[in-house]
C-alpha cells in the first residue's frame, strides 16, 4: 500500500459517524476490503487502520513480552477501545461513543492520513496541537531530519 495523503475537514453527528471523504476512499487499497479498525491514538486523536495495516502494527507487537510490565502496559493501552468497523451504504464508520469521548469529537473533525493511517481530530484539539509558527517548525526540522545520525540522542518533551 502507498498509504494516506491529505487533510480534510468533515462533520461527525451526534451518533458518532462520518462520511469517509472520497479522496481517502480512492487511496484505500482493494484488499481492504472496506473493513477499518479505530483505536486511541496519541495527543487524544484516534488512528484508523485498514485490515492489513491493522494487522502489520499487531504482528510487530506480538514482539513485545507479555511478562514485562511495561510492555504489557503499553500493548493494553494500545488496544483500549480498538474496533473492527466497516463502511454502511453511506460510506459512513461508527466510532464508538467511548472512543467519541477520548477524542473529544464535536460536530467537527479533521482526518489527517499519512502512511499507513489516518488520524481522526477534533477540529479543536488538531488546531491546538498542531499550532507551530514557520521559525520553530524549521528547527524541529532540522532536529529530526537534520542529521539523522544524531537521532539517538533526541528526546522529545513537548517543546523541545
Not at 50 to 79: A, C, G, M
Given at each position: 500500500?502507498?498509504?494516506?495523503?491529505?487533510?480534510?475537514s468533515?462533520?461527525?453527528?451526534?451518533?458518532?459517524?462520518?462520511v469517509?471523504?472520497?479522496?481517502?476512499?480512492?487511496?484505500?487499497p482493494p484488499?481492504?476490503?472496506?473493513?477499518m479498525v479505530?483505536?486511541?491514538?496519541?495527543?487524544?486523536?484516534?488512528?484508523?487502520?485498514?485490515?492489513p495495516?491493522?494487522?502489520k502494527?499487531?504482528?510487530?507487537?506480538?514482539?513485545?513480552?507479555?511478562y514485562?510490565?511495561?510492555h504489557?502496559?503499553?500493548?493494553?493501552q494500545?488496544?483500549?477501545?480498538?474496533?473492527?468497523?466497516?463502511?454502511?451504504a453511506?460510506n459512513?464508520?461508527?466510532?464508538?461513543?467511548?472512543?467519541t469521548?477520548?477524542?473529544?469529537?464535536?460536530?467537527?473533525?479533521?482526518?489527517?492520513?499519512?502512511?499507513?493511517?489516518i488520524?481522526?481530530?477534533?477540529?479543536?484539539?488538531?488546531e491546538?496541537?498542531?499550532?507551530?509558527?514557520p521559525?520553530?517548525?524549521?528547527?524541529?526540522?532540522?532536529?529530526?531530519?537534520?542529521?539523522p545520525?544524531?537521532?539517538?540522542?533526541?528526546?522529545i518533551?513537548?517543546?523541545?
Amino acid at each position: 500500500m502507498s498509504g494516506f495523503l491529505g487533510e480534510i475537514s468533515c462533520k461527525i453527528d451526534t451518533k458518532g459517524r462520518f462520511v469517509m471523504p472520497t479522496k481517502f476512499l480512492r487511496q484505500l487499497p482493494p484488499e481492504a476490503n472496506n473493513k477499518m479498525v479505530v483505536n486511541r491514538g496519541f495527543e487524544q486523536c484516534l488512528t484508523l487502520y485498514t485490515w492489513p495495516e491493522w494487522t502489520k502494527v499487531t504482528d510487530e507487537l506480538q514482539s513485545l513480552n507479555t511478562y514485562n510490565p511495561l510492555h504489557l502496559r503499553f500493548i493494553r493501552q494500545f488496544f483500549r477501545g480498538a474496533t473492527e468497523m466497516q463502511f454502511d451504504a453511506s460510506n459512513r464508520l461508527l466510532i464508538p461513543k467511548s472512543l467519541t469521548q477520548y477524542a473529544d469529537l464535536k460536530k467537527e473533525i479533521i482526518l489527517l492520513g499519512y502512511f499507513n493511517r489516518i488520524e481522526i481530530w477534533s477540529a479543536k484539539v488538531y488546531e491546538e496541537v498542531m499550532a507551530i509558527d514557520p521559525e520553530e517548525f524549521a528547527e524541529l526540522a532540522n532536529k529530526v531530519m537534520g542529521n539523522p545520525t544524531a537521532n539517538e540522542d533526541l528526546i522529545i518533551s513537548g517543546n523541545d
